[in-house]
């Protein structure tokens, strides 16, 4: 940024303290951590358009028309897998291997143990049946 001038954003303290442990949980200064979410944070217009941009790239390069249908059921099943991920459940899925799920196929339970196979559109986008079986320890 060009000469960016300082300014004074007046927060309640337990928002500025609040703020305080994020940024230092980063290693980072209040101030970057506003800078950041200036810079990453997306209006309703500018997701809308991006939208607008990943609909015309599928259609484009993989032939598949997205419908608003097909956004609103994809919208409702990530939102209740992270319902289901913060509410002290399971992220677990059902889809079949090779569906285009939220992840691709993979069941996943609680993010401790990952089994299943990438489906066609997994998240890193490759085709194939890579089988995966992660465990962590919980100590």
């Not at 598949?64 to 992270?82: G, N, W, Y």
């Not at 289901?84 to 799920?101: H, L, S």
């Not at 990952?114 to 998240?123: E, F, H, L, Q, S």
């Amino acid at each position: 940024m060009k000469d960016a001038k300082d300014v004074m954003i007046r927060v309640p303290d337990t928002v500025r303290d609040r703020l305080a442990v994020l940024a230092e949980s980063r290693s980072i200064s209040i101030r970057a951590l506003l800078q950041e979410f200036a810079e990453s944070t997306l209006t309703p217009e500018e997701r809308e358009e991006r939208a607008a941009e990943a609909r015309q790239y599928i259609s484009e390069h993989f032939g598949v028309l997205v419908s608003d249908a097909d956004e609103t059921a994809l919208q409702r099943k990530i939102d209740a897998t992270f319902h289901r991920a913060y509410a002290g459940g399971t992220a677990e899925t059902t889809e079949p291997a090779g569906a285009a799920g939220t992840n691709g196929g993979a069941a996943t339970n609680g993010g401790a143990r990952t089994n299943g196979a990438a489906g066609a559109a997994g998240a890193n986008g490759a085709a194939g049946t890579a089988e995966t079986n992660e465990i962590q320890d919980a100590a």
